[in-house]
């Protein structure tokens, strides 16, 4: 065992980086739930790939597509409302599908032929040239040599594709709030990382507790929300507001430095600082075997 108290103020640091990015992750859920971000995004996506909101409205409407949510009471109210209900992901075989049936319905029991499309597609470039969604049909029907099974597979490619795209829009849209999220939980908790350390510095029974809980969290798995706010309120370090002096314009100079530095360290997320606990107390214990990779697994995702 090495001991050594460096080791453990770096313990300490990155244990409360975990509780403290649990609290936000979970706020960050909470929100996106609440807002329904995920359905909003991939409503741009699908208005972004069919280039008109009248035809990803016309999608949405279908059957296949709208048997992936929920009937509320108040469908007849739905349209006129910003909180619609939508589906927070489309299979890309349900997508092909629908599309295709929304451009040109299917025919009796063989279904719609090429021709039947590639029709349906011409009278609508005629009424409107600029018609980006029978453009890209069209062109994606031409590569297929009119084959509608290939179609429909270079339809979902197409739809894949434009997933990816939203996909990066939400995980960019997600880090945005997390960093927006720390800051406001590091100053309502009043968490200054310089304060932190220089406590840990000097107080060894601390020290050892918080390397205690940590190696106790690695082994348990890694705690709620509402379990991490119940540790960092029982943590004998200087955080919160109750022993703060002077204005406003004096506390924001004090701390500010530290504040920041913790925001940028919880925005980084839980499984970042799991991993990164796992590995400190590793060095901490001298060859301690790694922590099993099921405890990762169970971390919330951002």
Excluded: C
């Excluded at 909470?30 to 996506?45: E, N």
């Excluded at 349209?79 to 319905?105: H, M, N, W």
């Excluded at 099974?149 to 270079?154: A, G, I, S, Y």
């Excluded at 739809?159 to 996909?167: E, L, P, S």
């Amino acid at each position: 065992m090495l001991g050594l108290p460096v080791l453990d103020v770096a313990i300490g640091l990155v244990f409360i980086y975990l509780l403290l990015s649990l609290v936000v992750t979970a706020v960050s859920e909470l929100l996106a739930s609440w807002l329904k971000r995920r359905p909003a995004t991939l409503w741009r996506g699908v208005v972004a790939l069919l280039g008109d909101e009248m035809a990803a409205k016309a999608l949405y409407g279908h059957p296949l597509i709208k048997g992936l949510t929920g009937t509320g009471w108040f469908e007849k109210y739905r349209e006129g409302v910003p909180f619609q209900k939508r589906p927070s992901y489309i299979p890309s075989r349900t997508f092909a599908l629908a599309l295709l049936d929304s451009v040109s319905p299917v025919i009796g029991a063989g279904g719609s032929s090429a021709e039947h499309l590639r029709s349906a597609l011409m009278l609508r470039l005629s009424a409107n040239g600029d018609d980006a969604l029978a453009r890209s049909v069209s062109v994606l029907l031409e590569d297929a040599g009119g084959n509608m099974d290939r179609l429909k597979q270079n339809l979902e490619t197409w739809f894949n594709n434009a997933m990816d795209r939203v996909t990066g829009w939400y995980k960019r849209r997600t880090q945005y709030i997390l960093v927006g999220l720390s800051f406001a939980v590091t100053i309502w908790m009043n968490v200054d990382t310089v304060v932190m350390a220089k406590a840990l510095s000097m107080d060894a029974s601390t020290r050892s507790a918080l390397v205690t809980q940590a190696q106790n969290t690695l082994e348990k798995g890694t705690p709620t929300a509402q379990e991490s706010i119940a540790i960092l309120g029982g943590i004998s370090l200087p955080m919160g507001w109750e022993t703060e002096t002077g204005n406003w314009k004096d506390i924001f100079a004090r701390h500010f430095f530290g504040w920041l530095l913790t925001s940028l360290a919880i925005s980084m997320g839980a499984p970042f600082w799991f991993d990164m606990l796992a590995k400190v107390v590793s060095i901490r214990s001298a060859g301690k075997p790694p922590v099993p990779k099921q405890a990762i697994d169970k971390l919330p995702s951002n």
